[in-house]
């Protein structure tokens, strides 16, 4: 299997704190991608992170990415209970023009943040 | 502007028969997906198409088989259920501008007795 690994497989904390999660994969990227799960739902893309990035910010989210360590890590700030849900990495599946769009998905990290 | 949207919502089988799962997108995108996503296993790719009449193998593609007839619909067929096939099967788009980022529906829960 491609998948990566993401760590924790589970969160939990405090309205207000801080969550990190984190991500490696296995392969050469030329982007890594978050998206979001709540509970029943589908996946909702929060933010992309090129691999000549280290560093990216969108709101209470920070993205870093190392290639030559093959990790990510995802930086919740402030989190609120709306928080709630899986995290998963993902990168793309197959070399450049070939990929289509396909992506390689993390195992996921379930946040769970008590109000 | 409904996004990605699936049918049905809910489904339980018996082993053995057949169903067929709808995706439709209303945002004119080339590439659609079909994922299946279980406890602990993240999201595997069953099958993708890159355009109307087009359709390929993905990670898990065993058992399952798909038609793209239309560029909006995405179709999923199971000929013959297994229960190592109850899991949440998710549908996803994008296009060539938007490689990076894919557009989930809401997902069906199947259930294979």
């Known amino acids: 299997s491609q998948q990566g690994e993401e760590d924790p497989q589970a969160l939990s904390i405090q309205e207000g704190e801080n969550a990190t999660m984190n991500c490696s994969y296995k392969?050469?990227?030329?982007?890594l991608q978050w998206y979001r799960q709540n509970s029943g739902r589908g996946l909702v893309h929060l933010i992309l992170?090129?691999?000549?990035?280290r560093e990216k910010h969108s709101g209470r989210l920070r993205v870093t990415l190392d290639t030559s360590k093959k990790s990510s890590s995802l930086l919740i700030t402030a989190s609120r209970a709306a928080d709630t849900a899986s995290y998963f990495c993902?990168?793309?599946?197959?070399?450049?023009?070939?990929?289509?769009?396909?992506?390689?998905f993390g195992q996921g990290t379930i946040l769970t943040v008590h109000p | 502007n409904a996004g990605v949207t699936q049918t049905p919502k809910f489904r339980v089988l018996k082993t053995g028969q057949s169903m067929t799962l709808l995706c439709a997108q209303d945002?004119?995108?080339?590439?659609m997906y079909w994922y299946r996503q279980d406890p602990g296993m993240g999201l595997r790719l069953i099958h993708y198409?890159?355009?109307?009449?087009?359709?390929a193998k993905g990670e898990v593609p065993d058992g399952y088989n798909v038609s793209r007839l239309k560029k909006q619909n995405f179709l999923l067929g199971l000929e013959s259920a297994a229960p190592s096939q109850t899991s949440v099967y998710f549908c996803?788009?994008?296009?060539?501008?938007?490689?990076?980022?894919?557009?989930f529906g809401p997902g069906t829960r199947l259930t294979v007795l």
């Open positions: 996803a788009s994008t296009d060539r501008r938007r490689l990076n980022e894919q557009f």
């Open positions: 392969t050469s990227i030329n982007n």
């Open positions: 992170i090129r691999s000549n990035e």
């Open positions: 993902a990168h793309p599946r197959g070399a450049g023009g070939t990929s289509y769009g396909k992506l390689t």
């Open positions: 945002m004119n995108h080339e590439y």
């Open positions: 198409s890159v355009g109307e009449g087009t359709t």
